[in-house]
């Protein structure tokens, strides 16, 4: 009995002797596979960041030029001589300004267009009908 305990001692060492630095090294791979695995997610969000702030930075260019064109349009002397005309009623010497009424009231003055509902002949079943009653 002795000696197959022994025997069995000897195949136990020699299976968890051989099998332990195996199981080790399984481990490792695993948690290096999950930590490059981690890492790469990360690199593939910033990168998504970076690309979302590159489109940021190009919208914000386009706005800042078309800021700076409104800019010089609105510093420009035609850009205040319209402004005195259309907001302010200012005109130049010599020139009559008209005020046309609200579109409400230009509605009201207006004479009324028949529609083409009342020159349109009747249709056959009305027809038909009127012929029998």
């Known amino acids: 009995?002795?000696?197959?305990?022994?025997?069995?001692?000897?195949?136990?060492?020699?299976i968890i002797g051989v099998s332990l630095p195996r199981w080790g090294l399984l481990i490792l791979a695993f948690l290096l596979t999950?930590?490059?695995v981690r890492n790469i997610v990360r690199i593939v969000a910033a990168?998504?960041?970076?690309?979302?702030?590159?489109?940021k930075v190009e919208q914000l260019k386009i706005e800042n030029?078309?800021?700076?064109?409104?800019?010089s349009n609105v510093t420009s002397s035609e850009f205040?001589?319209?402004?005195?005309r259309d907001k302010l009623g200012l005109a130049r010497e010599g020139e009559?300004?008209?005020?046309?009424?609200?579109?409400?009231e230009i509605k009201k003055l207006a004479p009324?267009?028949?529609?083409?509902?009342?020159?349109?002949?009747?249709?056959n079943w009305k027809k038909w009908l009127k012929l029998f009653l």
Do not use: G
């Open 65 to 71: 030029e078309n800021l700076r064109d409104e800019v």
């Open 1 to 14: 009995m002795t000696y197959m305990i022994a025997n069995l001692y000897k195949k136990a060492t020699r």
């Open 96 to 104: 009559t300004i008209v005020v046309l009424p609200d579109q409400d």
């Open 80 to 84: 205040a001589e319209t402004t005195a």
């Open 34 to 36: 999950i930590s490059l």
């Open 112 to 123: 009324r267009l028949e529609t083409d509902d009342e020159y349109l002949p009747d249709s």
């Open 47 to 55: 990168n998504n960041k970076v690309e979302e702030a590159r489109r």
